[in-house]
């Protein structure tokens, strides 16, 4: 049975928004996956979730068409985004604590982010992937997308003030997150260069740039230990809430 213009073209624009999820979602998005894989994943995706009970009218005229295809392609960027906050506060968070460790120093290309950055921030990147794939966030991340379809219809889509605030409300939480991930490592550190401030002030002949560096890495290593039993549980459920912020989002 052929199909009508109507299941087409919402077809195409189902496509179009998973496409653009994918294209910015964690995991999805990385360079490992080819293109081609992501599009063709896409396009079943899109085949799956198709409403076979009837379809509302769809634009057929070009402007109409393209501003439909403009909004499947800003809310499904918008999704991936929000779904990639928790591992880019993670990664904030690394970033902060190898800093203050000394481990910024050397810098090694990251496949999770396409980019260099330190060995640190590289363990949490593969630490937050793994902890994803093991909650079945790739599936929830699917189910999630799969919903977005029945709260915003294709081409219904209007970035409003609301989407606004729930936006900037996202990425001020993934800023916190990263805080708080930091915070233990880096306050207990903080508190290292104190004492090795007054040390240098108290006796200085002692040579406290020589002593501060193997200090500051293995008191930060010997932290971390000891805070990844705190950290590992905030993580799972920052990503735990990943659907719930991205039907947030979605909501008009």
Request: aromatic content about 10%; hydrophobic content about 60%; glycine content about 8%.
């Amino acid at each position: 049975m052929a199909l009508s213009p109507d299941y087409l073209i919402t077809l195409f624009l189902m496509f179009v928004r998973i496409l653009a999820m994918f294209m910015t979602a964690p995991i999805f998005s990385s360079k490992n996956i080819p293109n081609t894989a992501k599009i063709g994943f896409s396009g079943i995706l899109a085949m799956v979730l198709l409403p076979i009970d009837g379809v509302a009218p769809a634009p057929t005229e070009l402007g109409p068409f393209v501003l439909a295809v403009a909004q499947e392609v800003l809310l499904g960027a918008l999704l991936g985004f929000a779904s990639n906050l928790v591992f880019v506060a993670v990664s904030m968070g690394a970033g902060m604590m190898g800093l203050q460790v000394g481990f910024r120093a050397a810098s090694l290309f990251n496949p999770v982010f396409n980019a260099s950055s330190a060995a640190l921030d590289q363990f949490y990147s593969f630490l937050v992937a793994a902890l994803f794939l093991a909650i079945d966030g790739h599936h929830w991340l699917i189910l999630a997308l799969s919903r977005t379809f029945k709260l915003v219809p294709v081409g219904t889509f209007a970035f409003t003030a609301i989407t606004i605030d729930r936006l900037v409300s996202l990425t001020a939480q993934a800023f916190v997150a990263a805080v708080q991930i930091a915070l233990p490592v880096v306050g207990v550190l903080l508190l290292a260069d104190v004492g090795l401030g007054l040390i240098a002030r108290a006796v200085p002949q002692v040579q406290i740039f020589f002593l501060s560096l193997p200090l500051k890495i293995g008191l930060g290593l010997l932290m971390l230990a000891f805070t990844l039993t705190v950290t590992l549980p905030m993580i799972k459920d920052y990503l735990s809430n990943t659907v719930g912020n991205l039907m947030a989002l979605g909501l008009q």
